[in-house]
């Protein structure tokens, strides 16, 4: 039985060729005296590689089974592999996620970075531009570059959320200015109260905007008027700007915005000769006004918290895709059921009906307008409120994992990061 004495990084190992030779196309199985890693004064092969690997390697050949200890890196795992020409399908199953959880993390690293490598990528043509430019651009993209950019981004976050909270208050009736009573304007509206007239018809007809809304409204507009020209002057390349959804929400809100603003004016100075038109026209502005809402997406940038929880969505698009099949299906069976179980019920008068209910019985909401009233509805019912609730709680352990993976790996960048910039100090 021939010996063989290998050093792998200082730790020496002791096997036998007849082990070695157990995989023929790997490197320790070609090892012999005439390769340049044997060492003759010391009778034995070295190599400056892992030992900790290697051990899990040699481990390989004495029981056919090649496990790895948690504690190593995925990826110093694979180098070692393909320098001793083993393949990774050797791996028992239960060292996969040592092996590719690091391809796991790296994937959640990459799109926590995308924008970031955006950013690098957009700096370098500043390089020709006036150093001022390249300030105001870093203050807009790039929240944590300086204390200059973290205030513009606690104020631009200040003013998105009062641009959605006084589109939210214009809607409301006791921030209206009600007419006079007993005018004519008042009877109108009274009358309209009663008919079939859409609420917001009304509410644009027969009252009057508030002051303190309206001015509120235009400053914001004024602002984000200002903001998007700024951006749209410093901004090094227009074609990385226009590809951005988030920068078409701005400029379609901002025309938007003062496309409603001049319809409101020429409505008060009385412009219009065909005022049904006008008014028409005004309420396909004003509905399109609404898009301002999504102006919050745009706090993901400065907030990373808040783009976490986005990507751990998009990251379970596939059981979120799954749970919406699943619902369909369920609420499909559940409400063919119940339609043929409540006959004489005059509420269940159709299958989708039906179907609608089983979806509100499923998410346990219960509005109330549609109940079984037989034994047969009565037990399709509870079994459709606990299958909702299973259907309901199975993707959510999936999601709070992406979640967490998600959350871990950025704080763990946001250290990566604070040391390095301690480093360059230093």
Known sequence: MEKVRICVGGTHFVTTRDTLNKYPRTRLAELNKSCDN???????????????????????????ELHVTQALCGNAVRNELSFWKIPETVIAPCCWRTLHQVDQDKEILDSLNEGSKKVIMEDTSFRCCQSLRLRVWKCMEQPNS???????????????????????????????????????????YVYAQKTNIDNRVILLLFTDYNKVIYVLDFVCLIFFTAELTVHLLVCPILRLFFCSIINWIDILTVLIGWSVFTL????????????????????????????????????????????????????????????????FILATIFGSFEYFCEGKNGKFKSIPLAIWWALVTMTTVGYGDMYPTTACGYAIGSVCALFGVLALTLPVAVIATHFSDYYVVNQWRSKAKKRKELTVIW
């Open 146 to 188: 300086s204390l200059t950019a973290k205030i513009w981004n606690v104020v631009l976050a200040l003013m998105i959320l009062l641009a959605s909270m006084v589109y939210c208050l214009d809607t409301e009736p006791s921030f209206r200015i009600m007419p006079e009573n007993g005018t004519q304007e008042y009877w109108n």
């Open 38 to 64: 044997f060492d003759e004064s010391e009778n034995e092969y070295y190599f400056d590689r892992d030992p900790a690997v290697f051990a899990c390697i040699l481990n390989l050949y004495r029981t056919k």
């Open 264 to 327: 409101e004016e020429a409505s008060n100075e009385d412009l219009f000769e065909d005022v049904k038109t006008a008014f028409y026209i005004y309420m396909v502005f004003k509905s399109l006004y609404a898009i301002r809402i999504f102006r919050i997406f745009r706090l993901m940038q400065s907030n990373s918290n808040l783009r976490i929880i986005f990507l751990s969505l998009m990251e379970c698009k596939r059981e979120l895709i799954l749970l919406v099949l699943s619902f």
